[in-house]
């Protein structure tokens, strides 16, 4: 028998008992989602001691869903938004363009999350999908409202049916906030990175941060397919506050050299969040791994069947 110090809380635990029913069983939520290391949800920091990562590690940080207890350790929980199960009801619906819907979604209750994070949204007579909370493009949002960026791209069946109906009615169901990746309180120089039909919680990130710490250096590099006129006013509103997005072609072989022209300096001291396909985010995160920086992943949905592949793999989601 040994024991585990999280967020300050001794818990007495087995050897090979993953950290995520440790915490469960002492009371401390951690908010588990796919179980299979791949939403990223339950990322957490190992102080001191030693855990077994099981191919999660991530500079000092792992994925407690699979990371099993190796001896005595401290561990640190995210403090995450609590999670709710809501009903709501649509209350605006705005075709961007041929792609791209913004929705408002509205609830009696206050909702709290912080960018990053995503719930799952489930409307009648559809499969439950997962979107990120995010700001309507023009920068506005209302009091007991989530808004959404539906993607054609990502929830190809969801845009189809509001499309064909071009209004929903009924109430819609929602669970979260999730996810470990969000944007925090810190001093060192936020830097966000977005990869295809991936910029609705980068855009949430650069608006709370221009918006809530003003004085944080910020550098916002997106993907060549996101500079399209549907994003245009969200790239003028930033501009406007001092923050201009850099366009670069990330999925190009010399992705990973043209972000480090971008990042010379690129230290400890930053705190990156790359948002994406898992594909996508391993095929440049060795210069944060290297660099040392503070790293968080963002990871969009793709199909399941294709998480389910990778998770066979765990070891292909620990950096080198």
Same mark, same amino acid.
Not at 186 to 191: G, N, Q, S, T, Y
């Given at each position: 028998m040994t024991s585990l110090n999280i967020n300050g809380k001794l818990i007495d635990a087995k050897l090979g008992e993953t950290l995520l029913d440790v915490a469960e069983r002492g009371g401390l939520a951690l908010q588990c989602d796919c179980g299979n290391i791949t939403c990223e949800s339950t990322r957490v920091t190992v102080v001191s001691g030693e855990v077994e990562a099981n191919g999660t590690r991530l500079?000092?940080?792992?994925?407690?869903?699979k990371s099993t207890v190796a001896g005595d350790a401290e561990i640190k929980l995210p403090a995450s938004s609590e999670?709710?199960?809501?009903?709501?009801?649509v209350s605006a619906i705005r075709q961007v363009s041929d792609d791209l819907i913004e929705l408002r979604l509205s609830f009696t209750k206050p909702i709290s999350w912080r960018p990053g994070q995503y719930y799952h949204v489930e409307f009648r007579g559809q499969e439950r999908v997962n979107m990120f909370a995010s700001f309507a493009l023009d920068a506005g949002t209302e009091f007991n409202t989530?808004?959404? @960026? #539906?993607?054609?791209?990502?929830t190809p069946d969801l845009f189809a049916m509001i499309v064909k109906k071009g209004d929903v009615k009924g109430r819609v169901g929602i669970t979260g906030p999730y996810g470990s990746s969000f944007l925090g309180h810190?001093?060192?120089?936020?830097?966000m990175i977005a990869g295809p039909n991936s910029l609705a919680p980068?855009?949430?990130?650069?608006?709370?941060s221009v918006?809530?710490?003003?004085?944080?250096?910020?550098? @916002? #590099?997106l993907d060549n397919s996101l500079k399209q006129d549907q994003f245009q006013q969200v790239f003028n509103w930033l501009n406007r506050r001092g923050l201009q997005p850099t366009f670069?072609?990330?999925q190009s072989e010399n992705a990973e050299a043209d972000l480090k022209a971008l990042l010379p300096d690129l230290t400890e001291f930053d705190m990156v969040y790359s948002a994406g396909s898992h594909g996508f985010i391993a095929g440049l995160e060795g210069i944060f791994v290297e660099?040392?920086?503070?790293?968080?992943?963002?990871p969009n949905f793709q199909p399941w069947h294709e998480l389910e592949v990778q998770s066979d793999d765990a070891s292909a989601l620990e950096p080198a």
């Open positions: 500079k000092s940080t792992v994925l407690a869903c999670l709710q199960s809501l009903k709501g009801h989530l808004i959404f @960026l #539906i993607e054609r791209a990502n810190d001093d060192e120089r936020l830097i980068i855009w949430a990130m650069a608006l709370s918006m809530g710490q003003p004085r944080r250096e910020k550098v @916002l #590099i670069v072609d990330l660099a040392q920086a503070t790293y968080a992943r963002i």
